[in-house]
């Protein structure tokens, strides 16, 4: 993602806490091979939309996923937890 490709991954909930389907990655039902085969398909044929996930992507990762954000989290925890 960081690297601004698009990506391919299973609908699950770690996965669809951090991406949204369409927009960042897209998500195919997980052991559906037509699903799969489908949204890898989309991903082969139109340029377009490979480009639009990765750029996407890349700003999630820039807005909430660097570890700056990480560290901060943590920090954030810990204070909850220690005040």
Do not use: Y
């Amino acid at each position: 993602m960081a690297q601004e490709r698009p990506v391919l991954a299973p609908r699950t909930e770690p996965i669809e806490a951090v991406v949204e389907d369409g927009k960042e990655a897209l998500l195919f039902i997980p052991l559906d091979i037509e699903s799969f085969r489908s949204d890898l398909s989309k991903l082969l044929k139109i340029s377009d939309l490979r480009q639009s996930l990765g750029q996407s992507a890349r700003r999630l990762i820039e807005e909430r996923h660097t570890w700056q954000h990480n560290a901060a989290r943590v920090l954030e925890c810990l204070d909850k937890k220690f005040n």
